[in-house]
DNA sequence: TTGAAAGCGATACCAG
DNA sequence: CTGGTATCGCTTTCAA
């Protein structure tokens, strides 16, 4: 980091302590408890418009604001919903598929937050949440168990709803199994006559959680046909791509389903380089369905994933903080569709 | 989102309310005071080890977790770090660096909570962060009035930082003007004796934040030249950029500086496709140096961004919370230099 | 219509 | 070494 020193704003003035509440009925003149009632917007209880106006006023010179713990801590409850932050460089998919969450539970009225648990392991992480009491929990990416599950519970978490492979006892899960998507592919490739079938997975061990079902598809989907499947490592890195490429013609293969658009996008590239033939010698297939598959030439094929809406989820999470009920349920949340392009 | 209902596991036992440290200590007989020193490894204080281990097995038996608001309440300060969720999708880059930054906070025993204002307007949303009384705010993408950094510093906040375009009075500034992108290219573009540049901008207002300097410093590069400046509004669209690609030729442009590595493919892909030559027809540059760049044909020029490293921000803002200086410092952090490849 | 006071959960002082 | 207890900021009965 460069570090220029451009300027040197004069201090702010004394810090003066935080204002609470009970400043604010003092500079209006009235008690704690009025305040309250005024900022509250209580309707239980009518305050003389006179009286409004100070507080207002008072609070406006104090610059006051409300402590969100003391309130939380007062009322016995928040409408907090904590996701863990995703450790992994996480794609645009997910990135959209989250802003839209985030928004449609705010227009429900509920605080979202970020917790961000690097370096904290498994039950570890799941204490430092409940810590924060959070109305309802959403967990990405598998990994939590059901003990997980119940101390959330414990805490006083009305929903847990996990986002992931496999549901958890306790908890309300939206199955994403990306086994479907290898499992499409994997067909695809088969009914295209193609037999041997590379998998390209990210080096990246974080991104397992995603690359293993997908493998795992691509087997299910040769399983009883006469085709094989390869597993091919990879970094996501031109020079690794470019030895992959060189030793291609001794693997014999002559399809290759990548982990995703972005991975297929570097294995075309350094295949293209190498002479190799595509969709003729060798077809490509990825999978996120990402613009950029679009934009290559021959156009790359892959398999396009459905993940449920923003709004869906946070709808399932409101229900499920009104009234907890006595069941879990499992909900079957990723489509996955192959679209046929050029490249296989 | 398909709604299969799975499985419908039996309720979670009765909901036990949440267990306090008043409960541990009924359970370990002792005292609420004895749990406080055991759970917190107190050193001020000695407790023998039949009763530490009491009280433990009675918080483990009872699944006890700490309330952090209480915690914080009493203890008049968090280690709360807070940054607002960005509302835009944002690329890979930026992720990085934030989980940088995160981990490196993380180190330092700070808690990172990114947190979703979605909706929320400029100074609501600072009360919304005030509210949670955290001990530093991170804020990126400008937008922070001088008022917002006072309701913060009131409220507690012993850092206010900006990661933006410009400095605050009354936070430190980590300014990162992506004049200096826009700047690289142009200069670039006109040293290679290019004199009729594009500039494509996204279409997405969210991202006006940096495609704006980014143009201004292309304008900054050619000023003194015989070269002029064209603004092209692209949406992120394969139809988009086929029609500006059609009417190209019309454009009389030799050159084009596209937002990012991203806009740059989407752009050039359609150039292409038209039969235009690159880089002999027209010199295509990008920025952000994306992976993407470097696997087409010809391989992308692009502008390399050097973002101050998180383990860095993450001291700064320690040092900042450890002892509030009088005046506020802003350091110019964002490194561009051009990579020069194939298209350019 | 307003005020006094209890209490949410955890901590740290001061006695015992 | 351990136990009472005041306290953080806020809401909400209950009285006045």
Same mark, same amino acid.
Do not use: C
């Given at each position: 980091?460069?570090?220029?020193?451009?300027?040197?704003?004069?201090?702010?003035?004394?810090?003066?302590?935080?204002?609470?509440?009970?400043?604010?009925?003092?500079?209006?003149?009235?008690?704690?408890?009025?305040?309250?009632?005024?900022?509250?917007?209580?309707?239980?209880?009518?305050?003389?418009?006179?009286?409004?106006?100070?507080?207002?006023?008072?609070?406006?010179?104090?610059?006051?604001?409300?402590?969100?713990?003391?309130?939380?801590?007062?009322?016995?409850?928040?409408?907090?919903?904590?996701?863990?932050?995703?450790?992994?460089?996480? =794609?645009?998919?997910?990135?959209?598929?989250?802003?839209?969450?985030?928004?449609?539970?705010?227009?429900?009225?509920?605080?979202?937050?970020?917790?961000?648990?690097?370096?904290?392991?498994?039950?570890?992480?799941?204490?430092?949440?409940?810590?924060?009491?959070?109305?309802?929990?959403?967990?990405?990416?598998?990994?939590?168990?059901?003990?997980?599950?119940?101390?959330?519970?414990?805490?006083?978490?009305?929903?847990?709803?996990?986002?992931?492979?496999?549901?958890?006892?306790?908890?309300?899960?939206?199955?994403?199994?990306?086994?479907?998507?290898?499992?499409?592919? =994997?067909?695809?490739?088969?009914?295209?006559?193609?037999?041997?079938?590379?998998?390209?997975?990210?080096?990246?061990? =974080?991104?397992?959680?995603?690359?293993?079902?997908?493998?795992?598809?691509?087997?299910?989907?040769?399983?009883?046909?006469?085709?094989?499947?390869?597993?091919?490592?990879?970094?996501?890195?031109? =020079?690794?791509?470019?030895?992959?490429?060189?030793?291609?013609?001794?693997?014999?293969?002559?399809?290759?389903?990548?982990?995703?658009?972005?991975?297929?996008?570097?294995?075309?590239?350094?295949?293209?380089?190498?002479?190799?033939?595509?969709?003729?010698?060798?077809?490509?297939?990825?999978?996120?369905?990402?613009?950029?598959?679009?934009?290559?030439?021959?156009?790359?094929?892959?398999?396009?994933?459905?993940?449920?809406?923003?709004?869906?989820?946070?709808?399932?999470?409101?229900?499920?903080?009104?009234?907890?009920?006595?069941?879990?349920?499992?909900?079957?949340?990723?489509?996955?569709?192959?679209?046929?392009?050029?490249?296989?």
């Amino acid at each position: 980091m460069v570090q220029i020193p451009k300027t040197s704003a004069p201090s702010s003035p004394a810090q003066h302590s935080v204002p609470t509440s009970a400043d604010v009925a003092r500079l209006a003149g009235v008690s704690r408890a009025t305040v309250s009632y005024v900022l509250n917007n209580t309707s239980a209880v009518r305050i003389s418009e006179p009286t409004r106006r100070r507080v207002h006023q008072a609070a406006k010179e104090l610059g006051y604001v409300p402590h969100a713990a003391a309130r939380s801590l007062r009322a016995g409850h928040s409408r907090m919903v904590l996701m863990p932050a995703p450790d992994v460089p996480v =794609g645009p998919l997910y990135s959209q598929f989250f802003n839209e969450l985030q928004w449609a539970l705010g227009r429900l009225d509920y605080t979202v937050v970020q917790y961000g648990s690097v370096g904290l392991q498994g039950d570890e992480a799941v204490r430092a949440w409940a810590e924060l009491r959070p109305v309802a929990v959403l967990v990405p990416g598998g990994g939590l168990t059901p003990d997980g599950v119940a101390v959330l519970k414990r805490s006083g978490a009305r929903a847990v709803v996990t986002l992931g492979p496999d549901s958890v006892e306790g908890a309300h899960a939206l199955l994403m199994d990306h086994e479907r998507v290898g499992h499409s592919a =994997g067909t695809h490739l088969v009914a295209g006559g193609r037999r041997r079938i590379g998998v390209v997975m990210p080096q990246d061990t =974080g991104l397992e959680v995603y690359s293993k079902p997908r493998l795992e598809g691509v087997r299910r989907a040769v399983d009883g046909t006469d085709a094989s499947v390869t597993e091919l490592s990879l970094a996501y890195d031109e =020079g690794a791509a470019a030895q992959l490429a060189a030793r291609w013609r001794s693997l014999g293969l002559d399809a290759v389903f990548a982990y995703n658009d972005e991975y297929a996008m570097l294995v075309m590239r350094a295949l293209q380089d190498e002479g190799i033939g595509i969709p003729g010698d060798t077809a490509v297939i990825g999978a996120d369905d990402l613009m950029l598959g679009r934009l290559l030439r021959p156009r790359l094929s892959t398999v396009h994933l459905e993940l449920p809406s923003g709004r869906e989820l946070a709808e399932l999470v409101d229900r499920a903080v009104r009234e907890p009920v006595a069941a879990t349920q499992a909900y079957e949340v990723l489509g996955a569709r192959v679209v046929h392009r050029e490249s296989s």
